[in-house]
């Protein structure tokens, strides 16, 4: 049974580039979250989707953005980066929103 | 807003007991999580305790809440080199499904 599957694993991207990380939630869940983590530090929230939907939101601007497709995997959309993006992103799924939840290994994103 | 402190380094023998502790603010915390991250990994739930308990054990795990407080540990057991790695605390609250780590504890088992 796989578990939650993000790709790419790792990116470089320019400042002011836009960029899309992707995300396959475990077999059986069918909410999506994501986080970010910067060198050092704990998790951030970003934002949850469920039913295709943005149900909560971290403190991050808008040029982080997300969806959720039909099949429970998500996107999330990075606008107009910055250096300070560089981070691990992270993605976990869960069924439902509490009890925990499966993170996938998570994508490396440079930005020089 | 809600935070999450963690001690950032713990070093102990094989063998030894473990206890990684944590703080946090959210007076609404519903559930309490201790996650697992070893280099390059994504993070590993290791266990949840739901804020109306006060312990719970999972094999080598223990969990320890003291609401009051508002102070969570972990306690490993028999420590071995495997848990190497870093500790996050995190806290749910009113906000089902935005959880609040901490920065994380740097576990070293010295053989």
């Known amino acids: 049974d796989a578990g939650v599957t993000q790709s790419p694993t790792h990116l470089i991207k320019t400042r002011g580039q836009q960029v899309t990380l992707r995300c396959s939630p475990k077999?059986?869940?069918?909410?999506v979250s994501w986080y970010q983590q910067a060198l050092g530090q704990g998790p951030q929230f970003i934002f949850q989707?469920?039913?295709?939907?943005?149900?909560q939101r971290g403190n991050f601007p808008d040029r982080f953005s997300g969806h959720q497709f039909p099949n429970y995997s998500s996107e999330l959309n990075v606008n107009a980066l910055l250096l300070g993006d560089s981070a691990l992103y992270l993605c976990?799924?869960?069924?439902?929103?509490?009890?925990?939840?499966?993170f996938g290994s998570g994508t490396r994103l440079t930005v020089v | 807003g809600e935070d999450v402190e963690q001690s950032l380094f713990l070093s102990v023998r094989e063998g030894d007991s473990s206890v990684i502790n944590c703080t946090y603010t959210?007076?609404?915390?519903?559930?309490l999580y201790w996650y697992k991250q070893e280099p390059g990994a994504g993070l590993q739930l290791l266990t949840y305790?739901?804020?109306?308990?006060d312990m719970k054990q999972d094999q080598r795990l223990t969990v320890l809440l003291n609401k009051k407080d508002k102070h969570l540990s972990l306690r490993i057991a028999d420590t071995q080199t495997g848990d190497s790695a870093i500790y996050f605390c995190?806290?749910?609250?009113?906000?089902?499904?935005?959880?609040?780590f901490g920065d994380g504890t740097t576990l070293t088992v010295k053989p």
């Open positions: 995190a806290e749910e609250g009113t906000n089902a499904g935005k959880s609040t």
């Open positions: 305790i739901f804020s109306n308990m």
């Open positions: 989707y469920y039913e295709e939907e943005e149900r």
């Open positions: 976990a799924s869960s069924r439902g929103v509490n009890y925990g939840y499966t």
């Open positions: 959210d007076s609404s915390s519903t559930y």
């Open positions: 077999s059986g869940h069918d909410t």
